[in-house]
């Protein structure tokens, strides 16, 4: 069996997601995974599962990158299309919802909201140094409850009356919120008020200023999360979509792109490459005063990419590698169990 289809790649600062689709748009296959710090070991994973699950002989005919480390792991992987999030997150809700005018983005350590208008972006914003309207807030504090986060949303559903928890600042809150606890307020309230402050904190600090009109969409890590669902619904008087590929909608929209993109021939290294030796260094760039330090990937010692300059000199390949193909062999390779180090073992 063989057939092609279009790879993204989301690379955030919590997470590494995956999307690949096919000519018509449909995924054939999406894949979430904490990145725990390290996204290149992350993507290297995230090939290696991709590998698996197509069948040996589907090509890949184009590949986008986007989210914090786009430029990085587009280098790596051998993107053909490198976006910004707000790009790949607004290509992906209007392809499943046209008439969205609202994009509410909110993922572990940003959030975003972009304004669209007759299917085209007119405005966006995101947060710039506060992480109360983000995941990592409401994270810490399941931490500190000694629940999951996936534990915190499904309590928060089962209040009748949440409390008021000050949001404006995640240091703040959790004081607040061990007061709650001593007045004797119930952790199901506790939780849903978490909830509320964080939409709230959202809705004053990235949305100010903002025309929020329906309908609007909610994607990222944490419109999984039903609680917050609930906060939105509560506190703005609308429903909101949460579309089919809601924890992935970047990579999704970054597929997209690369679908549209309509290359003659992808630069893809192939999803082997989850089974190489990659590594960074440093080198300090000597061309102005900036002194910009820059990042180079390296490939089994073959430089393939630098990264991190203010002015992009750097950005991009270092050199041009032959893509390597997801022959039969790959694939029967790719098909052995990850080990604990996150390689797939040499046949």
């Known amino acids: 069996m063989s057939g092609h289809g279009f790879l993204g790649i989301d690379v955030g600062s919590i997470s590494t997601n995956v999307v690949v689709i096919d000519p018509s748009g449909e995924a054939l296959l999406d894949d979430y995974a904490r990145a725990d710090g390290s996204p290149i070991a992350s993507v290297q994973q995230a090939l290696a599962r991709v590998g698996r699950e197509l069948p040996a002989g589907f090509r890949i005919a184009g590949v986008g990158t986007t989210g914090s480390g786009r430029a990085l792991i587009g280098a790596l992987v051998g993107a053909d299309v490198v976006k910004n999030e707000i ?7 209007l392809r499943l919802h046209p008439n969205v ?6 993922g572990g350590q940003d959030s975003k909201v972009t304004i669209v208008r007759e299917g085209a972006v007119v405005d966006f914003a995101m947060n710039l140094v506060c992480a109360a309207g983000t995941g990592s807030f409401l994270d810490s504090q399941a931490k500190r409850l000694g629940i999951s986060i996936e534990e915190l949303g499904e309590r928060a559903l089962l209040s009748a009356s949440p409390t008021t ?15 709650k606890q001593q007045v004797g307020h119930s952790q199901v309230d506790i939780l849903m008020g978490l909830c509320h402050a964080l939409v709230r904190n959202y809705l004053a600090n990235v949305c100010r200023g903002k025309e929020i009109k329906p309908p609007i969409v909610l994607q990222g890590g944490v419109s999984a999360n039903p609680g917050i669902r609930r906060a939105f619904v509560e506190v703005l008087g609308h429903e909101l979509i949460v579309p089919r ?25 192939g999803c082997a490459i989850s089974n190489h030796e990659i590594v960074t260094r440093t080198l300090e760039c000597e061309e102005c005063p900036n002194r910009c330090e820059i990042v180079e990937l390296l490939d089994d010692g073959l430089a393939v990419g630098r990264s991190g300059g203010r002015c ?8 041009a590698p032959q893509p390597i193909p ?4 790959d694939h029967a390779a790719l098909l052995v169990t990850l080990d ?8």
Do not use: K, N
């Not at 970047?250 to 679908?259: D, P, Q, R, S, V």
């Open 245 to 269: 590929y809601s924890m992935v909608m970047g990579a999704f929209g970054a597929a997209i792109l690369a679908a549209e993109a309509g290359v003659a021939e992808s630069a893809f290294r």
């Open 326 to 329: 997801l022959d039969a062999a």
């Open 101 to 106: 005018q609202t994009i509410f983005e909110i």
């Open 340 to 347: 604990s180090g996150g390689r797939v073992p040499a046949p």
């Open 87 to 93: 790009t790949a997150h607004a290509r992906a809700a």
């Open 165 to 179: 928890i000050a949001g404006r600042c995640t240091v703040f809150a959790e004081s607040d919120m061990i007061h």
């Open 312 to 319: 992009g000199r750097w950005e991009g390949r270092a050199s």
